[in-house]
């Protein structure tokens, strides 16, 4: 099954090899819509509480907190929407956003999606993961020749 992450950020341990991302910005409600749509892994933590709330009272954006950080792996087919706000400045070692910075922050929302490149191994064509020629998340058929294990 491919699965929605959603987080405040990107970062590279979300992902293994070789893989292809497209970058989306989106809006509030197309970010809401998403997470209210779909069970969502959510990568929010207690850290980040002031951009948290900022989500919740600005946009209404809401998602569950988990006790224990997920370890996330995206993988070709999975999405993951980053909530993030923009700062004009960087923190110091140990400092956090007042609450003042966070409410007059700019948000932005990106849908990233995870693709990869696959060689078929019987006509040599490469293709997108996400061209694949039938829709189980677990199978990638070649969409030339229909040879199923391409690599
Ligand atoms: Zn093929």
Redesign the pocket.
């Known amino acids: 099954m491919a699965k929605t992450v959603v987080g405040l950020a990107m970062s590279s341990t979300m992902f293994e090899g070789d893989v292809i991302i497209s970058r989306k910005v989106i809006s509030a409600d197309q970010a809401k819509e998403i997470i209210s749509s779909r069970e969502i892994v959510s990568c929010f933590n207690r850290s980040h509480e002031t951009t948290i709330e900022a989500l919740r009272t600005r946009f209404e954006i809401e998602v569950e907190i988990p006790e224990v950080a997920p370890k996330v792996t995206l993988m070709p087919g999975d999405t993951l929407i980053v909530l993030s706000a923009r700062f004009s400045r960087r923190l110091n070692e140990g400092e956090r956003f007042s609450i003042e910075e966070v409410n007059s922050a700019n948000f932005e929302f990106v849908e990233y999606t995870i693709d990869r490149k696959l060689t078929?191994?019987?006509?040599?064509?490469v293709?997108h993961f996400s061209e694949r020629s039938n829709t189980h998340e677990e199978c990638a058929d070649?969409?030339?020749?229909?040879?199923d294990n391409?690599v």
């Open positions: 078929c191994g019987n006509c040599g064509k293709f070649c969409p030339w020749c229909g040879w391409p």
